[in-house]
């Protein structure tokens, strides 16, 4: 059965909130879609009781299940050995996955996770990472100029490792690159965080869980493959669209801190993709893109967000929506009198990698 791939991926998505019936071999499909993007867990998740699928498909969604279930015992584990790190002197907030996980979110159930992100005071950076090496986390070996960048320029810290641990951890001292065009103080978000009962950790308010979520998938990245990054948008809207003066208080948070225009995008894509129950009047008390160019930008983001045929190698449109996605990443990120001699250091190391004088050096890619 042969189908289109965007089909496919608005099957998928709608398989995260309801079970599918459909044929066996469109389930092919859909669950290599859903292992590209990191769903499948999440699809097994809302198809466990499915009375519908075929042992051979069931048994898929039995290996993505138990899957999950390994990663958010991983998760566990690492959060309760990081806890008592945070002694109480400064807020430490999880994100993403974490805070999640520690609010028992219903779409968190299924979710894959491949690292813990804190946040944590900038003032506070230096003695939370001092004591994340004492516990023996351990950074990556930098070139100079790739620790200045982490240091200097960027809102986190090189990532850490625990010898023979399952997860990263990426601490944090804002949302935002500090050389970002969006960046913004974020003492805002510590003074709204929340605690969690019997937890050491803090969490976003939900508002800020939104535009966290918006500014990730939208600014932090180049797009490639982040369906599920929508995904989240969508669930965290679900969660907690019903609580009293939310929509109104989300605009509102937003414009405050300039995040208006990711925003926009993610509620305008969670809206279109997944049926998110977003109120026309909020999105248009937000800053979207000019009309004349909301088309091609979408058209853009949606080639570059959307998995390709998983039975074909990425076509030349999806290719050149991903570059362009990812030269809009980098001006997003950094002023152009940054941008071009990083980028130039950047292509002048991977020429020297593939020479063979510079084969065996530690060329440090950077991030």
């Known amino acids: 059965m042969s189908t289109h791939p965007a089909a496919d991926c608005a099957l998928l998505l709608r398989g995260l909130h309801e079970a599918l019936e459909i044929p066996e071999a469109r389930w092919d499909r859909v669950l290599r879609l859903a292992r590209m993007t990191g769903l499948h867990g999440r699809l097994a998740a809302a198809n ?12 898929h969604l039995l290996s993505a299940t138990r899957m999950a279930d390994f990663s958010a015992r991983m998760l566990d584990a690492e ?10 002197d400064f807020p430490v ?21 491949s690292d813990i992100d804190l946040l944590v005071p900038a003032r506070a950076l230096r003695t939370m990472e001092a ?27 090189p990532p850490l490792r625990f010898p023979g641990h399952f997860l990263e951890l990426d601490l944090h001292h804002a949302i935002t ?6 960046h913004f103080d974020p003492a805002p978000l510590f003074d709204e965080s929340l605690p969690i009962a019997g937890s050491r950790f803090r969490v976003l308010s939900a508002r800020d869980q939104v535009l966290h979520a918006c500014v990730h998938c939208f600014q932090d990245g180049d797009l490639a493959l982040r369906v599920r990054e929508i995904a989240d948008i969508d669930g965290l809207l679900r ?21 208006g225009r990711p925003l926009w995008y993610g509620l305008h894509f ?19 893109p000019a009309a004349v160019l909301r088309r091609p930008m979408e058209a853009c983001i949606s080639l570059a967000l959307l998995p390709p045929d998983p039975d074909r190698p990425p076509g030349l449109s999806v290719r050149f929506a991903r570059r362009l996605a990812l030269a809009r990443y980098h001006l997003l990120r950094m002023p152009l009198h940054m941008l071009l001699p990083h980028l130039a250091r950047k292509a ?5 990698r593939r020479t063979p004088d510079g084969a065996n050096e530690n060329a440090g890619g950077g991030p």
């Open 48 to 59: 466990a009781d499915n009375p519908t699928v075929s042992e051979r498909v069931r048994r």
């Open 79 to 88: 959060l309760r050995d990081v806890a008592p790190l945070c002694g109480g």
């Open 93 to 113: 907030i999880a994100l993403k996955g974490g805070a999640y996980a520690l609010q028992a979110l219903g779409f968190a159930r299924g979710r894959f996770v």
């Open 131 to 157: 004591r994340l090496h004492a516990a023996g986390w351990e950074s990556a070996a930098l070139d100079p100029y790739d620790e200045r960048y982490y240091r200097d320029w960027s809102h986190e810290t």
């Open 177 to 182: 690159p500090v050389t970002g065009r969006r």
């Open 239 to 259: 969660s907690f669209a019903g609580t009293t003066g939310f929509w109104p208080g989300l605009v509102e948070r937003a414009n405050a801190l300039g995040l």
């Open 270 to 288: 969670a809206r279109s993709w997944m049926q998110t129950p977003v109120p026309q009047e909020v999105l248009s008390a937000l800053p979207g």
């Open 348 to 352: 002048w190391l991977r020429t020297r």
